[in-house]
């Protein structure tokens, strides 16, 4: 993944993790496990694990511990109300952006 | 029972457990895990929080994070990213930040709002519309232009020439 890629991603991601969590709950490792299989490839398991902690410090997202046979408790997050009131937001922030994008692209540079 | 006193003298004493406990955990680490978070602490004592308690919620969750994924198997690459930089300035800014970086930006917020004060001329129009925001002052100054208070915005902004 490219340099440009790691750059636009950062202003999304913390929508993509909000999107994940609406299909069902998870956990990190599951989430970024997903991310790989849509073709993210580079995106760290601490940047996400950071993103989990940011958007339940934001009361965007519930959290239960669940026992794991190895390791610490595992944290599983599921999206709650305010959560998915954010998410909402996002998605309709991402379509002014891209469809303002797409202007541009199709009208090239003229005025 | 040790006097609560002498808590004043060493620091807390829940603080000092609470620390010793988070680095046995990561002794317990493998080692290429333990060399990493080892690295991360002390990229973070020097650009992390400043906050003592917010600084321990971070070594708990950091050691959370390499225990977990050292128990799924996630090599320390994996953890990290390709910039191990950009993943700990992710990480971090989920525990306030220190002291002195916060104050800074205040400062500069402030120099900000006060070179508008004197862009806008006689000053009232301007200060007042600051002041009539209320609440979130912070982010009024931030979002100049943002379109807030309709009025005073758009006269200062035909004077100033500077904000676009």
Not at chain 1, 46 to 65: F, P, S
Not at chain 2, 49 to 72: K, N, V, Y
Not at chain 2, 90 to 113: M, S, V
Request: hydrophobic share 35%; net charge negative; proline share 3%.
């Amino acid at each position: 993944m490219g340099k440009q890629m790691t750059e636009m991603l950062k202003g999304v991601l913390e929508g993509i993790v909000l999107a994940a969590l609406s299909r069902r709950p998870a956990y990190g490792y599951e989430i970024t496990a997903w991310l790989r299989d849509l073709g993210f490839t580079d995106i760290a398991e601490g940047t996400i694990y950071a993103l989990l902690i940011r958007v339940e410090q934001r009361g965007l997202v519930d959290v239960q511990k669940v026992a794991s046979e190895k390791g610490p408790p595992r944290k599983v997050y599921s999206l709650n109300a305010l959560g998915r009131t954010n998410l909402d937001e996002f998605w309709g922030t991402w379509s002014f952006l891209v469809e303002r994008l797409e202007q541009l692209h199709e009208g090239g540079m003229e005025r | 029972m040790t006097p609560k006193w002498i808590e004043l003298v060493t620091g807390s004493l829940d603080d000092k457990k609470r620390y010793r406990r988070y680095k046995a955990r990561i002794a317990a680490l493998p080692e290429s895990y333990r060399t990493a978070v080892e690295g991360v602490v002390r990229y973070l004592m020097y650009t992390g929080p400043g906050d003592g308690d917010q600084l321990m919620t971070m070594f708990d969750d950091l050691a959370d994070l390499f225990e977990q994924s050292a128990a799924d198997g996630v090599p320390v690459h994996a953890i990290v990213g390709d910039d191990p930089v950009a993943f700990v300035d992710t990480f971090k800014q989920n525990y306030g930040q220190g002291g002195w970086l916060g104050k800074e930006q205040r400062r500069l917020t402030d120099a900000i709002a006060r070179a508008e004060g004197q862009d806008a001329g006689g000053g009232a129009a301007a200060g007042g519309g600051a002041a009539a925001g209320g609440g979130a002052a912070d982010d009024d100054v931030r979002r100049r232009g943002g379109g807030a208070d309709t009025g005073n915005e758009t006269d200062a902004g035909d004077g100033s020439g500077v904000s676009r």
